[in-house]
T-cell receptor, first 117, second 112 residues
Framework: GAVVSQHPSRVICKSGTSVKIECRSL??????MFWYRQFPKQSLMLMAT?????????EQGVEKDKFLINHASLTLSTLTVTSAHPEDSSFYIC?????????????FGPGTRLTVL | GESVGLHLPTLSVQEGDNSIINCAYS??????FIWYKQESGKGPQFIID?????DKRQGQRVTVLLNKTVKHLSLQIAATQPGDSAVYFC???????????FGKGTKLSVKP
């Protein structure tokens, strides 16, 4: 199947700093990438949807100025957590879909564990 | 909209036994369902999917059953192994952006 990577896999930062997480589709062009957040022992919750070359669509309650998303190419989307605080500590997971794949197919990255001190 | 949910948050089985994980959904118009396995600290891994024109689909050691009448699907794992220990999520497309909506998850623990 298609492969999606994330970098870094784990990051620890100080409160107030910004952290960038990359999501890459390695062997296909991802027209759409989804960013999910998962708190411990909970399910995945969609944060935003990014489409290549256009602005991201954020879910209700997700601050677009805090969680900056850039989908500059068909293989890369980035999520930047600005001025991170301890409550932003979570597991961030991206998934990617493509028009070349089956309509409902999404491939997930391995996730990024963010810990804000 | 779609909402999916799981009946049991945890399931403990003996190695070698069969496991059954259940999921209920609310939108009768949903036509595609997916089961994911998530190991600790990792992203969801696709296990098997099923479309609404089918009642059953089999994979390697896994079977998904879909009962559209009661809006219920299940994941059956045959001869459960320690490596099957993980959290299992059912999911269905239903978000406004074409995203998947996930159930709460069932944690499967396999006792040796």
């Amino acid at each position: 199947g298609a492969v999606v990577s994330q970098h870094p896999s784990r990051v620890i930062c100080k409160s107030g700093t910004s952290v960038k997480i990359e999501c890459r589709s390695l062997d296909f062009q991802a027209t759409t990438m989804f960013w999910y957040r998962q708190f411990p022992k909970q399910s995945l919750m969609l944060m935003a949807t990014s489409n290549e070359g256009s602005k991201a669509t954020y879910e209700q309650g997700v601050e677009k100025d805090k969680f900056l998303i850039n989908h500059a190419s068909l293989t890369l989307s980035t999520l930047t957590v600005t001025s991170a605080h301890p409550e932003d500590s979570s597991f961030y997971i991206c998934s990617a879909g493509a028009s070349s794949l089956a309509a409902d197919t999404q491939y997930f990255g391995p996730g990024t564990r963010l810990t804000v001190l | 909209g779609e909402s999916v949910g799981l009946h049991l948050p945890t399931l403990s089985v003996q190695e070698g036994d069969n496991s059954i994980i259940n999921c209920a959904y609310s939108n009768s118009a949903s036509d595609y369902f997916i089961w994911y396995k998530q190991e600790s600290g990792k992203g969801p891994q696709f296990i098997i999917d099923i479309r609404s024109n089918m009642d059953k689909r089999q994979g390697q050691r896994v079977t998904v059953l879909l009962n559209k009448t009661v809006k219920h699907l299940s994941l059956q794992i045959a001869a459960t192994q320690p490596g099957d220990s993980a959290v299992y999520f059912c999911a269905a497309p239903g978000g406004s952006q074409g995203n998947l909506i996930f159930g709460k998850g069932t944690k499967l623990s396999v006792k040796p």
